[in-house]
């Protein structure tokens, strides 16, 4: 197959020619204009997906073709690998959910497409704020068994573990937790700056959607926020859908991290792509608003998830940051891949044929970011999404 198509990171028109599932060889052409070009750059990878319209990771009731149906949701926003995430519940939801995760990734198709299994909590603190909305009664302590039997149920597919990092023996499950091979990501903490450095020495190397799943109101100068953005060993996950952080926090955030610390992720759950109204979650009753916003129900403040993908936060962040899509492209692809240690995509021949064929459309209002709109999504060489007319030359 070939593709016509500009490069997200140069602009430059290139044949895209795919074989065997992999590019064979890339070609700078001279601009087409008489048709508009889509860009290209590889697929995203989102670690954090909790679900989508209708479909919790986290609940009793999921099968593998529910995880197959959240998968072609992920092509149409091309996301070609992207992490479950299971949020804190009691142990036989978590162990049942883990065994379907990992039944649904013998399946080839699934399993290429999940990079591993995002476990946010259990073990987070239960401190209104810091546990955002993951429900009270299951927030516990760090349990090295229970931690032990939940990677078994899950074929040793738990790749990320977010906890609050102050809890009873902390240091030492992080510790174990890591030399384990599974990235330890601070998340829905209290913790004070000495136990968020104890952490990292112990050996995190995240932090969760830094600055939510936190306290409404905090120590100005001593709190959990500081210690995390000024520690280098630390890459920080961000969710910049334009509802979790405001625009200044994203910009101040990337400079202090630096765009090569920073990881988009959507943190999309189920009720996202719903109607507008009232559902029930694994977490807690949420409320879609108007404008797409998930709440917890019964107030306007406290956020229950996102329903926006991370094509959006390469926009807001290129906006908000005053960054290039390049570099903005970069922490929805290269730095997931370098935190999971798996092959990264990219553009030249004989990386996987895993790509992203968009167009990123000024807004007509001044002032708001520019919108990422999908065109077609590719896995292994083959089209999973989309319409290639006008950028297809030749099967
Ligand atoms: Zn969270």
Redesign the pocket.
Known sequence: MELLARRFDTDQTVRLEIADGRIARVTAVERRRSVELPRVAPGLIDL?VNGYRGTEFNSPELTPEKIAGVVRVMDSFGVTRFCP?L?TEHFDVLHGCLRTIAEACRSPEIGRRIAGIHL??PY?SSEDGAR???PREHCREPDWDEFERLQAAADGRIRIL?MGVELDAATDFIRRTADSGVIVAI??TAANPAQIRAAVDAGARMS??LG??SHPTIHRLSNYIWPQLADDRLVAGLIADGHHLPPEVVKTFVRAKTPERCILVS?LVGPAGMPPGRYGSSLCDVEVLSDGKLVIAGQRELLA?ASRPIGTGIANVMHYAEIGLDVAVRMAVDHPAELLGIEPGGLQPGDPGDLVLFDLRESSQPGEPPTFEVRATLVGGEPVFGRLEGVAAGG
Do not use: K, W
């Open positions: 954090q995430t949020t946010e909590g987070i955002g909305a993951h977010t998340g829905h969760t959607h939510n799943g943190d998830g």
